[in-house]
């Protein structure tokens, strides 16, 4: 389905734990993103990839950490989780850009990854 | 810094009725504004953007620059349309989208 997945789809651990997320993608997209889900806050970037080993912070960076090693595999780390960090997690991928693209700018979603902390 | 915000956390309605989800945003330079939508049980999902000017699903949003808005309407709900909705903003430089708090429509039967 639209070629990205997310794994795990759900995670339950305790705070002070590591805990990383794995986003696969088999479309070739340049850009994957992590965004979180959050009740009145709506969806918000965490970190973004724009290239093997090219990524950058979002608006909510702080505690989490990315990697990005090949084309396919944007991961997603919690050092030492915390209860503020109970969320649901997106990946997303977008391909090339420019107006002439049709799909440019456009974003694919995964199906989310439920974190609970306890 | 942009933003986007969506006044309303739920908006209901009953089948028939038009409806409209309000998008305001703040953005000093040239945007591309978009709308995503998440039905239960399925993945978030492209339903338009303000460049395309399209109808998709009898919705349409048109680009207000002068007030900063980007309303979806739809002149007649259906049940199937109850989902959550989040309006979603682009620079014109970068890639990345700044998404509002998002709107759940609930269309009565």
């Known amino acids: 389905d639209a070629g990205i997945t997310q794994s795990p789809r759900h995670k339950v651990t305790e705070t002070g734990t590591p805990v990383t997320l794995r986003c696969h993608q088999t479309?070739?997209?340049?850009?994957m993103y992590w965004y979180r889900q959050d009740p009145g806050h709506g969806l918000r970037l965490i970190h973004y990839?724009?290239?093997?080993?090219?990524?950058d912070k979002g608006e909510v960076s702080d505690g989490y950490s990315v990697s990005r090693s090949k084309t396919e595999d944007f991961l997603l780390t919690l050092e030492s989780a915390t209860s503020s960090q109970t969320s649901v997690y997106f990946c997303?991928?977008?391909?090339?850009?420019?107006?002439?693209?049709?799909?440019?700018?456009?974003?694919?979603f995964g199906a989310g990854s439920r974190l609970t902390v306890l | 810094a942009q933003r986007v915000t969506q006044p309303e956390k739920l908006l209901s309605v009953f089948k028939g009725a038009p409806v409209e989800l309000k998008c305001n945003y703040s953005?000093?330079?040239?945007?591309?504004l978009f709308w995503y939508v998440q039905y239960s049980r399925q993945r978030l999902q492209l339903l338009l953007r303000?460049?395309s000017r399209e109808s998709i699903k009898g919705f349409t949003a048109d680009l207000n620059k002068g007030e900063t808005s980007f309303h979806l309407k739809k002149p007649f709900a259906q049940e199937e349309d109850s989902a959550m909705y989040y309006c979603a903003l682009r620079r014109n430089a970068g890639n990345m989208l700044t998404f509002g708090g998002g709107t759940r429509l609930m269309v009565k039967p």
């Open positions: 953005y000093s330079g040239s945007p591309e």
């Open positions: 997303a991928i977008s391909g090339p850009t420019g107006a002439a693209y049709s799909g440019a700018n456009v974003l694919t």
């Open positions: 479309e070739n997209h340049r850009y």
């Open positions: 303000h460049i």
């Open positions: 990839s724009y290239g093997v080993k090219d990524t």
